[in-house]
């Protein structure tokens, strides 16, 4: 099963307050481990990045302003996401802010039910507990020391490694043919493993009360 871990930055919180995206970055992973397709973007918002969001991510709107526009990214964006299960910590958030960019554009929204939500899943799981993504990496010792800033696709690479502890598969779980284990498994019940029993001759036994009478007069202790 194919799906794809998921994070946004953004110029600020809401996008009632007219916040835009400025970087998305997506992981696809199959059966838990990590694939080789990769989407990243940085973005040109067309609005100044707030005071609060340059403290988190660091994207100065200098940085931004030779950038491509969400609309020239998102058909290949919403290639990359199809059929797969999207799965984002606080997806409140990033989903908002995607349909948002989606709707300016006259493009369909992402549905909620394809989303899976990792800090839903943390906060059931650890009530009462941290569940930032740091404090998740925390929790499961992941080794997050490249977070100076965020950026997309570290966090989605920590995030990658959060999922797979939240739903408790600490090893990748991989497909094996079912028919080829069957056949391997009844190949090893058809043969006989039994020790082969051999019969020992007249002049065997005769040889051996020999071998008795004569040695065991012997002290070999």
Same mark, same amino acid.
């Given at each position: 099963?194919?799906?794809?871990?998921?994070?946004?930055?953004?110029?600020?919180?809401?996008?009632?307050?007219?916040?835009? /995206?400025?970087? /998305?970055?997506?992981?696809?992973?199959? =059966?838990?481990?990590?694939?080789?397709?990769?989407?990243?973007?940085?973005?040109?918002?067309? #609005?100044?990045?707030?005071?609060?969001?340059?403290?988190?991510?660091?994207?100065?709107? $200098?940085?931004?302003?030779? *950038?491509?526009?969400?609309?020239?990214?998102?058909?290949?964006?919403?290639?990359?996401?199809?059929?797969?299960?999207?799965?984002?910590?606080?997806?409140? %958030?990033? &989903?908002?802010?995607?349909? =948002?960019?989606? @709707?300016?554009?006259?493009?369909? *929204? !992402?549905?909620?039910?394809?989303? &899976?939500?990792?800090?839903?899943?943390?906060?059931?799981?650890?009530?009462? @507990?941290?569940?930032?993504?740091?404090?998740?990496?925390?929790?499961? #010792?992941?080794?997050? @020391?490249?977070? +100076?800033?965020?950026?997309?696709?570290?966090?989605? $690479?920590?995030?990658?490694?959060?999922?797979?502890?939240? /739903?408790?598969?600490?090893?990748? !779980?991989?497909?094996?043919?079912?028919?080829?284990?069957?056949?391997?498994?009844? @190949?090893?019940?058809?043969?006989?493993?039994?020790?082969? &029993?051999?019969?020992?001759?007249?002049? $065997?036994?005769?040889?051996? #009360? +020999?071998?008795?009478?004569?040695?065991?007069?012997?002290? %070999?202790?």
């Amino acid at each position: 099963m194919k799906e794809v871990v998921l994070d946004t930055e953004t110029t600020g919180l809401s996008v009632k307050d007219g916040h835009r /995206i400025v970087e /998305i970055g997506c992981i696809e992973i199959e =059966n838990l481990i990590p694939t080789k397709n990769v989407f990243h973007c940085y973005l040109n918002p067309q #609005r100044e990045v707030s005071e609060s969001a340059l403290k988190v991510h660091g994207y100065t709107d $200098e940085f931004l302003a030779d *950038k491509k526009k969400f609309e020239d990214i998102a058909d290949d964006f919403l290639k990359f996401i199809e059929g797969k299960k999207i799965i984002i910590h606080n997806a409140e %958030f990033d &989903i908002g802010h995607l349909n =948002n960019e989606l @709707s300016l554009i006259s493009k369909g *929204k !992402i549905l909620r039910e394809n989303v &899976i939500d990792t800090l839903e899943i943390a906060r059931n799981k650890f009530p009462g @507990s941290g569940i930032s993504l740091d404090a998740l990496c925390k929790r499961f #010792r992941i080794d997050n @020391s490249r977070r +100076v800033k965020h950026t997309a696709l570290i966090d989605c $690479e920590l995030l990658s490694k959060v999922y797979i502890n939240l /739903i408790d598969q600490k090893e990748p !779980i991989f497909e094996f043919d079912k028919s080829e284990l069957k056949n391997k498994i009844d @190949s090893k019940v058809t043969k006989n493993y039994s020790k082969k &029993i051999v019969k020992i001759t007249e002049q $065997e036994l005769d040889d051996h #009360r +020999v071998f008795l009478k004569t040695n065991l007069k012997k002290n %070999f202790y």
